[in-house]
């Protein structure tokens, strides 16, 4: 029975279905993609262990197909097991080693950057300076007390929590949360002087983000307090100024205040705003450039004058970033992506990937590999044609 486990996951017709499966899943998910977007193709189709299907406004979905977990992890075995059953150390055998392992490490790498690898921007104004970056997809809901001028203290509820949870309770809340109602994307109007999210069909487009909204209450023992509806289109300059320039003179600048309730004694703010990741150290806007070519509006150039302050390594220094020449610090790599709506600022697209290097040191072993076996061959080969 164990000799015919082993023989399953060392078989050569394993590996050649899992890379059919895998160019299968290629095939559909790319297919899928037009209706779906990227970004919910790689959740549920790379980044799961099946892909799930079930009739439109149906509660429930069977498996379909494997998914890119699945088709991975059974893979990745299935090298090791090969690997391990068929080791040999001699020079015939050495370039299929080290393929072997190279192969091996880059489904590790992969498998690594699709759990950790985080990718935000940060947006910094002229003149001024940032120690967060924040998410472009995912948002959050910030409550924030704003008594004490000088120290404010926030809890934020991630995107995640707001979808799947009615209430929610936090031991540093004096309160109960309520979600009314979640948008994943949002369209804002105005009536009556107050401004109104209404949902909006989620946006697929790779060039289109979707923009999300919440009505919540927050249930205290002197009652509700609210509903309040929140989105982003409050907290982002770039949504904010869309919606100056679509409403003309019925925008105020009162719409984008946040949301602000009392509550024995403390004052309480409530935005919804993209997911930030604080760092420690900030970055200071000094210089924000944007060359065109000549006579055109094409870009030419971006580039951000900066400096690097980090009170814990006692660093202040400047650091220019500009295309093709990022940033590389604290395990994050800051790219120059694009600049504020009134050119005033920059935005930074910060990249955390710990195995960033991974898929270079797999690719270099795979080829000194080849390389290995390839000349063993010929030196062997050559020798045969002198004798």
């Not at 929140?230 to 105020?252: H, I, L, N, P, Y």
Request: hydrophobic letters at 40%; aromatic letters at 12%; a positive charge.
């Amino acid at each position: 029975m164990l000799s015919k486990v082993v023989n399953f996951f060392t078989s050569l017709k394993l590996t050649v279905a899992c890379l059919v499966l895998a160019l299968g899943l290629v095939f559909i998910g790319t297919i899928a993609q037009v209706r779906l977007g990227l970004w919910i193709v790689q959740a549920q189709y790379f980044g799961s262990w099946f892909v799930m299907w079930g009739p439109q406004g149906a509660s429930w979905k069977i498996p379909v197909f494997p998914g890119g977990y699945l088709i991975g992890t059974v893979l990745l075995v299935n090298l090791i097991a090969a690997h391990i059953k068929r080791f040999e150390l001699s020079k015939k055998k050495f370039g299929i080693f080290v393929i072997h392992a190279g192969l091996i490490l880059l489904l590790v790498g992969q498998l690594t950057t699709q759990l950790y690898q985080v990718e935000s921007f940060m947006a910094i104004e002229e003149g001024g300076q940032k120690n967060y970056s924040e998410s472009e997809r995912t948002a959050e809901l910030a409550i924030i007390d704003v008594t004490d001028t000088n120290d404010n203290f926030v809890v934020a509820i991630p995107q995640q929590i707001l979808q799947k949870q009615n209430e929610i309770r936090h031991e540093r809340l004096p309160f109960t949360v309520r979600v009314q109602k979640f948008s994943e994307n949002s369209l804002p109007s105005i009536e009556q002087g107050k401004i109104k999210f209404t949902e909006k069909s989620l946006e697929v487009s790779m060039n289109k983000i979707n923009i999300p909204a919440v009505t919540v209450e927050f249930v205290t023992d002197e009652g509700a307090k609210g509903p309040f509806s929140v989105s982003s289109w409050q907290t982002r300059k770039q949504f904010v100024q869309m919606m100056a320039e679509g409403f003309e003179s019925s925008f105020d600048r009162s719409m984008i205040e946040p949301a602000k309730f009392s509550y024995k004694g403390r004052e309480y703010e409530v935005t919804l705003r993209g997911r930030r990741y604080y760092k420690d150290f900030t970055l200071a806007l000094h210089d924000f450039r944007f060359d065109r070519y000549m006579g055109t509006a094409i870009p030419k150039n971006f580039s951000s004058r900066v400096t690097l302050i980090n009170p814990n390594t006692q660093e202040n220094r400047e650091i220019n970033i500009y295309m093709n020449n990022p940033l590389r610090y604290g395990g994050e790599t800051f790219y120059q992506s694009s600049f504020e709506p009134d050119e005033s600022g920059t935005v930074l697209q910060v990249v955390r990937n710990p195995s960033w290097l991974v898929p270079y040191i797999s690719c270099l072993m795979v080829s000194v590999g080849l390389i290995a076996q390839f000349m063993y061959h010929l030196v062997g080969f050559a020798k045969k044609r002198r004798a």
